[in-house]
């Protein structure tokens, strides 16, 4: 499991694995200011990141930053 | 209490296993349950330590019954019981102590628990690892004891300092202090000290190394081993899971905004994107303004698509969502037990999890 995630205190504290970084707490995966391009390219990168967190090997608890 | 007709006595039915109410060891666990008149073996003392401590009691009547029987057979051992301890009309019940024996504990608990929900009081005693005290700390005063039955006197005097505020139907607001395990309740009261002495006061014990304790004591997290990394997505089932309180128009499961007792499961087949008209926020710790315009804020699911079809990965028709907002770590657990279960049983070999 990758954990999308807003406040990634709560996300080491509760034992998430492997932590991706997201943009706000009201829009975890997206940021009303871009143009809507832009917004989507966003998302992609961060489900990327996402997916990459996936596929990499880890020992403990590692955020994707 | 009632104490018509007893002679002003408080009456006493105690519960033990096959050990304690001298049947045998475990090779009479199985022993099915029985009741003697007045008390037995560690009830004698109880009765001699109550008197001591000037509350006129009376062990009526001992319970007896086989750990393994208990355990194996909780629900007809139960329904059987309760109505014969009833029928003692008892004051209090004591069960144990049980110390670290598990099954035991287990029987304590049980017999505690629904003798509480039906307004008798009941306490018991165990060892803190005891499976016991995790299954029934939240309805039942559990005295913390030793792990064998060496702390037997110890434990006996606590219950029947506990005991003897219950007979008197003193509220027993910090289990703790009675050297019970903390029952997990929160009260609010007027504390004569404001917080934030009370904080200064804290922090000047810990720097000058002086033992205090905290106010709100944190939850404890399980910690689990990262999973291997998966080698290729291609062909495998992906499935998204989200906190963010992502639901289809309307609410139809009614989850909660805050303290969420429930999470949903909804349909993705045939749905390319979420979005105002489709889908909105149900979670009351944020401003929706965001997510409902474009839901896919929180819960991914156009890049998603996207993305599946470049990668050769496979999208799972059902996404999981509930709100992360003052939820219970209890609750929470029991959301992410299910929802594992079934994307495993669902052959889901990896799981994106948003939250706000």
């Known amino acids: 499991m990758a954990h999308i995630c807003s406040i990634i205190t709560i996300s080491q504290t509760v034992g998430a694995n492997r932590i991706v970084p997201a943009v706000a707490i009201p829009h975890p995966l997206g940021n009303p200011r871009l143009p809507p391009a832009e917004e989507k390219e966003l998302r992609r990168n961060l489900l990327k990141k996402a997916l990459a967190a996936l596929q990499t090997p880890i020992e403990g608890q590692t955020v994707f930053s | 209490m009632s104490d018509a007709s007893r002679n002003g006595k408080y009456r006493i ?12 060891g475990e090779e009479k666990a199985d022993c099915e349950p029985f009741t003697k008149q007045g008390p037995q073996g560690p009830g004698r003392l109880l009765e001699k330590r109550f008197r001591e401590g000037n509350a006129d009691v009376e062990i009526v009547a001992t319970v007896v019954c086989g ?23 008892p004051d209090l019940v004591v069960a144990g102590p049980a110390f670290n024996a598990g099954r035991y504990g287990m029987a304590c608990g049980g017999i505690c628990s629904s003798l509480q929900s039906l307004g008798i009081p009941a306490i018991t005693a165990m060892f803190k690892e005891n499976p016991g005290v995790d299954q029934y700390r939240k309805t039942v005063l559990i005295v913390e004891t030793a792990n064998n039955v060496t702390g037997m006197e110890e434990a006996v005097r606590k219950m029947v300092r506990l005991g003897i505020k219950r007979l008197r139907g003193e509220e027993i607001e910090f289990p703790k202090a009675e050297g019970c395990f903390e029952q997990g309740i929160r009260k609010n009261y007027f504390h004569a000290e404001p917080a934030s002495g009370r904080a200064i006061a804290m922090l000047l014990r810990k720097i000058t190394g002086d033992p205090f ?3 709100y004591p944190i939850p404890f997290f399980d910690r689990v081993d990262p999973r ?14 989200t906190s963010g309180g992502i639901v289809p128009t309307g609410n139809p499961d009614h989850i909660e905004s805050s303290s969420a007792s429930k999470y949903g499961k909804y349909s993705l087949d045939g749905l390319e994107t979420l979005d105002a008209r489709t889908h909105q926020s149900a979670h009351g710790g944020y401003d929706n303004t965001y997510a409902n ?12 698509r996207v993305l599946e ?11 999981y969502a509930t709100v992360g907002n003052g939820t219970s770590v209890d609750n929470a657990r029991k959301f992410a037990k299910e929802i594992a279960v079934e994307l495993i049983r669902d052959g889901v070999q990896a799981v994106i999890l948003t939250s706000t």
């Open chain 2, 67 to 89: 750990d393994s029987y208990f355990v194996e057979h909780q629900e007809d051992v139960l329904r059987d019981l309760i109505p014969l301890i009833r029928g003692y009309d």
């Open chain 2, 213 to 215: 304790e905290t106010e």
């Open chain 2, 309 to 319: 079809k470049e990668l050769g990965f496979k999208r799972h028709p059902w996404y």
């Open chain 2, 13 to 24: 039915v105690h519960y033990v296993n096959q050990f304690f109410g001298g049947v045998g």
């Open chain 2, 228 to 241: 291997p990394a998966i080698a290729d997505l291609k062909g495998i089932t992906i499935a998204l899971v």
């Open chain 2, 293 to 304: 315009e474009d839901p896919n804020r929180v819960l991914p699911i156009d890049e998603m």
